[in-house]
């Protein structure tokens, strides 16, 4: 018998899209655009992209305090880290 189970990132994908879905709801209800973008990588050339690909990004979220830092120095956008339990 084969039992696959799904992977962590790919769980921490979908809880991340069903929060987000909730999140776009209210934005919408105030006219405020959003868009959900989970990318991984250096964290200035991944932001450079992502703000190449999507041109006005308000805001960036990270995972980690120490990603926080190197976003705030790397790139020109508030960076807010996520803190963990």
């Not at 973008?37 to 050339?45: I, L, Y």
């Amino acid at each position: 018998m084969l039992t696959i189970k799904p992977c962590w990132p790919f769980l921490l994908l979908r809880r991340a899209a069903a929060s987000f879905a909730a999140l776009k709801q209210k934005a919408a209800a105030r006219n405020i655009p959003a868009t959900h973008v989970v990318k991984s990588g250096d964290v200035g050339r991944t932001v450079a992209g992502i703000n190449r690909e999507y041109r006005r990004v308000e805001l960036m979220i990270t995972d980690s305090p120490a990603r926080e830092k190197e976003g705030a120095v790397r790139v020109n956008l508030p960076v807010f880290g996520l803190k963990s339990h």
